[in-house]
């Protein structure tokens, strides 16, 4: 595979349609700066999917569009198409039998980017999955831009990962691993919502079983709950009455003692006032005593402070003056030997004058016997340097003329070669003729070509009436289950309705239930169930019927008359009798009410002698014509008798029995529709899945279909394109090779004439190097004399400069040394007179201190005399004012316990007044709450036993209680639920199995994909470190590089690379110079390609910073790694050039505006042959 060619259109500065073919595996591009070069680089990576405009040199995506010029106006769009030969099948999947790929991409002024992947549009990721593995891409190792060589060095450690994973193929294993996270979230997603729905479905199911088991219990428990509630509330009141009596006395016996202790209390305050003004008369005696004791106690101080300051004077003059005598007996000793050593230094100077006189005079003499044998020496030196330099270049041309002695072997060696290749290669397979297996294949070609179309026009419809029918399986699944809810609606509805029904029927009357399983009417039908009433007339028959409607039809009256003693509690209505015929009317007016009702159990007498009026004007109208017995009744339920009206406007259980009843019947009327109604629907949503199923299969069937036909297809136009190639290609070749070979016989002939050259010149370089071999002999041994003379003359000035310099420091030390001492001994003389005046000063403060010590021991005597006698005055007036401080604390210690009796019996007299009052309070609240519940207070006292406790009572109440509240809200449509929600269940609970077991997969997959990936980067990374210690030293001529490891996963471990070259030891790559990175970064661009080596290389001036030697190993292996890889080179280097086989130059002849002008190296040469 390789890039066949470039065309660009508004791209930049190529701003007319150009094309840049690339021939060879070696071409290059040239041209001065500024001339649009790069923008072919930026070309490629723009179409091979970058998005950073960054990236490209620019700052928007539409800075790539060709922004006019002083001569042109900008254009619209750009448009960039690559073109690339597949004949290898390099690139695979579908496209590995097209032999030509061409990508196109194409961008406008409204920022509008499409790709196109031989000719059909497509994605930017189907070009990125195109390459992936492939090491060719926008960011690949394959492209290297101006200053990237540098930063490829330099790149951190994850940005150098990413060259190894795409040498290694692993991009692709990343993307699918990324793909597989984002479904494995989703599943996961998808787990939780379903796991949510599932402990939600799970709660209805456990709540609806307990709702079916919960009602039959329910209404024996709120009876037993209504009775022990009254029982309790009696109970409570009995006591809290005993407690309000307790309460009343109590407070009584309180108020007479709180009288008895405000008494004590006031007898307590009259004595504490009269002490209390004994206790002040007291405390001014003792504050004046006090008073003086305190002034004579700092007088006392101030003397002793006086006494101790004069003696403590003394003390430290004295020692002054000890200290002051003892310093000028020292300075004295002191000043006779710096005497002695004035004397003994002098004495020193005047010997070692002479010495060092004689001393500097031998040293001059030394120095200029020195230079004069320097000055030979370097005569000397001058002739030696000038025979080592025509030896150099003695040697220099014998090198050069044996590398080039060992060049031209080299290429003559390759021309042979290349001269037998090419006429083996005339030989062999130039001669093949392939036309008629090309015309064969264009029929196979043009017949698939009909069926590829053909099954892609039956997929399209297929995928038509697929989204049809998904679209409608969709709308009745939506359908089915709005109808399921409906149906769960009017299913609540209906049993809510049925449970108020029955109950209004008596079919929860408590303890009258168990009478009616004895006599067998449990489940007998009611009046009110089994009539029916003409419209209008409902509230009329309920008012006159009542309870009656609760009554239970028999066929005989007497067979239950001899039980009825044994109901208890409740109410039971029984008639007797069958449906009679509707009466007539009454006095031609008005009817009978009985006639607006039908049922089929008999009404007995509750309708006897009952009329029907339309309007209260038409029953006030016929009431004076009523019989006894007789009454007429309204539509609106007025009831009037001859002497009585009445009218029931009261909620009660029988209010709307017949209404009820029928809406009830339409309730189940409405839900059998809704239900038949289901039942058609489910039938079309399994028909619509059934119809997706058979047109997705089908689908399958055609994509499978239109793969294989267009892997077919693809196979013949790639084996007719590679035919059809091989027949073109072999006709240009068999000229190319003609060429070639007569242009390869005269490069031999001139090859021969240079060697012959070269070895002259080798030989005659060889003579040369003899005879100024035998001269630098000769002027070894005078030059080595010389050598040896200058030497003896160095050491010797060296050790006459070492003695004078000796003695001339000696001199130094003893002038110091005078100096000081006879500094000191001025000091000393100034510091003898110093102190003398010191100890003259020290001797008159001793005498003045010591006057005044007799007086002040006199005053503090007579101070200390007086303390003693107030003192004793201060402690008689203490003990008179504790006494009177003692009895008042008695005193108020009395008053407290007083008022803490008087408040402790106002606080405890409080506290009972209030608890009366609370108990009060809950007495009337208890009656009025067991008024409230329908029971007589004296009849259950009298009931309760004599030792009723209320704990028993409220622990009975409270399991009633905890009995019903266990029993939760009653549901009577919770089987029918409860069925219906566990189906459901069951479907989630497959959907989550299938969901887990996904999930598992997705999981291996992504183990499975680590696996790889781990596997490959390390033989990857081993691979591509062996292949660049073997190249580095072959680029730099030695040194070592290597690659290393930043951490231990090896899944995102980064990437540090190491070089130093030959001689140097650098702690960091960043240490290197801008060349020796360069050539680092090139030792490890073709490292990584020796092991997956892209099909295209672009190399834009990598070689700027490299010298001459360099750049020929740079351009020896390009040249040797171009026989598995294309290289397009951008270069300003004449080295460079002389490598390619193809040479692009651009050029700005109109400002703004690139043009391509290509050369073929070797038709030029073939040309200037001629």
Known sequence: MRLKQIKLAGFKSFVDPTTVSFPGNRCAVVGPNGCGKSNIIDAVRWVMGESSARQLRGESPTDVIFNGSSTRKPTAQATIELVFDNSDGRIGNEYANFAEIAIRRQVTRDAQSNYYLNGTKCRRRDIMDLFLGTGFGPRSYSIIEQGMIGQLVEAKPEDLRMYLEEAAGISKYKERRRETETRIRHTRENLDRLDDIRDELERQLNHLKRQSRAAERYRGLMDEQRLATAELYTVQLIDQQRLLDDREKAIRDFEVELERAVAGQRAVDTEIETQRAEYAEQGNIFNGIQGRFYQLGADIARVEEAIAYNEQRVKQLELDLDAVSQRGAETERQLAMDATEIKTLSASLATLDPRLEAARATEQASAGALDLLEGQLRQSQAAWDDLAERRGANQREADV???????????????????????????????ADVSGDIRELAGEIEAADGALREAETDVERCLNALAAARDTQGEREHALEEGRLAVQNLRHELASLHAVQQAALGRDAGSSDDWLHLSGLADAPRIGEAMTVQPGWERAVETVLGDRLQAIGVARLDEFLETLPDLDHGVVTLVEGEAADAPEEADGELAALAGYVSTSLGLGSFLQGIYAAESLAAARGHRNRLGPGESVITRDGIWLGRDWARVDRAEASADGIIQRGHELELLRARVEAVESQQAEVQQSVRAARDRVEALDQERTDLHGRIAQLGQALGQLRADHGV?????????????????????????????SERLKEARERLVTAELQRERLTEERDAMTGRREQD????????VQTREDRDLFHALDAERQTIDSR????????????????ELGERRSKLSEGIGESRTPLPELKQNL????????AVEQQLGDARRNLETAEHQVRELEGTRGEHEGIVSGIRDRLEVIRVEREGVAVRVETLAEQLRGTGFEYAALKAELPEDAHEQSFAERLEKLSNRIHRLGPINLAAID?????????KYLDEQHGDLSEALDTLQNAIRRIDRETRSRFKETFDEVNAHLGQLFPKVFGGGTAYLELTGEDLLDTGVSLMARPPGKRNSSIHLLSGGEKALTAVALIFAIFQLNPSPVCLLDEVDASLDDSNVVRFADLIHDMSEDVQFIVITHNKLTMEMADHLMGVTMVEAGVSRLVSVDVEEAAAMAAV
């Open 977 to 985: 639920e409860y069925q219906s929600q566990s189906e459901r269940k």
């Open 818 to 833: 005078l100096m000081a001492t006879k500094t000191a001994r001025e000091r000393l003389e100034r510091q003898q007179l």
């Open 723 to 751: 035919h059809q190639v091989r027949m073109e290609e072999a006709g240009a070749r068999r000229d190319r090779v003609d060429r070639e070979r007569a242009e390869i016989s005269t490069q031999i002939d001139q090859e």
């Open 787 to 794: 050598v040896s003379a200058v030497a003896a003359a160095r």
């Open 401 to 431: 003329q044996g590398s080039r002695l060992e060049h031209v072997e080299q290429v003559l060696q390759r021309l042979r070669a290349r001269l037998s290749q090419l006429d083996d290669e005339y030989e062999g397979s130039l001669g």
């Open 861 to 868: 005597e007579s101070r200390l005399a007086e303390r003693l």
